[in-house]
């Protein structure tokens, strides 16, 4: 009785799960404008321009909305695809997802109509995120202008890959035990999701910079594949069971503590 009651409980384990996420929040910091957020923007950056000015994008997915609690993430792969590239052609480079370590406002800015700076957004609101400050007036600034390693984001970057151009895009930063431990992280700890940083590895080099689809691009949104083996509660038959058995045990023991 007590073997099959194993079993069965066995069998009621967890299941393999994928889902599919979209991010909650993405924005540039900008070197460039660097007052400016552009959280409304259509694209994020990062790399280094032909002026020798930084971007850096950020990310961020909510996996505790969409994942149940308790779960063991097996798998995450972040898929990216690249819209624009410098005109005046382009040098590879390796782009890293750095864990950000610190909070920071989204916002909604856009470029004005009109501008011949499609990609400046706006003058940060208070709250929101730009090259100087996590949230834009107030004392929360990044430890340095574009933000720090290690105080900002982790130095090592949870994955990285090259980059070319549009024309080999999508870029699918396939899983690794990083990405799996940034994800679990977030997960079991919500409060300390600030999503990724997306960094050049050759910032010191030009024509690094590359444009890539956002949250508001209905046609170039990144997407954040998940595998997890969620933990369902107990079938109510499964508990009856244990419950059945846990008297037979019980009973048994009372007799035996009978016999000398």
């Known amino acids: 009785m007590i073997s099959a009651g194993l079993l069965l409980l066995q069998t009621v384990g967890g299941r393999a799960d994928p889902v599919l996420l979209y991010p909650v929040a993405d924005t540039t910091l900008s070197e460039n404008w660097a007052a400016n957020n552009l959280g409304g923007l259509p694209f994020i950056n990062a790399g280094t321009t032909q ?42 480079s390796d782009f890293g997802l750095h864990r950000v370590l610190r909070d920071w406002g989204e916002g909604d800015n856009v470029t004005p109509s009109g501008s011949t700076s499609p990609g400046s957004g706006a003058p940060a609101d208070p709250g929101e995120a730009n090259w100087f ?30 980059i070319y151009g549009v024309g080999d895009s999508p ?12 994800a679990q992280l977030w997960l079991d700890q919500p409060q300390r999701n600030f999503g990724w940083m997306l ?26 594949s998940v595998d997890f083996i969620s933990v369902p509660e107990p079938p109510a038959a499964a508990l009856l069971l244990l419950g059945f058995i846990g008297a037979i045990c019980g009973r048994r023991l009372r007799f035996g503590s009978l016999v000398f």
């Open 51 to 92: 002026n020798f000015t930084t971007n850096r994008a950020l990310l961020r997915f909510d996996l505790a909305g969409a994942i149940p609690a308790g779960s063991v993430i097996t798998s995450v792969a972040l898929t990216l695809e690249v819209t624009r590239e410098p005109g005046d052609g382009y040098n590879l």
């Open 133 to 162: 400050h996590r949230f834009a007036s107030t004392a929360n600034s990044w430890g340095i202008p574009g933000g720090e390693a290690d105080v900002d984001y982790a130095s090592l970057p949870s994955a990285a890959i090259t």
């Open 171 to 182: 870029y699918v930063f396939g899983s690794t035990p990083a990405l799996v431990a940034d």
């Open 199 to 224: 960094i050049s590895q050759s910032e010191t080099l030009d024509f690094t910079a590359r444009r890539f689809g956002s949250r508001e691009d209905p046609l170039n949104t990144p997407y954040l």
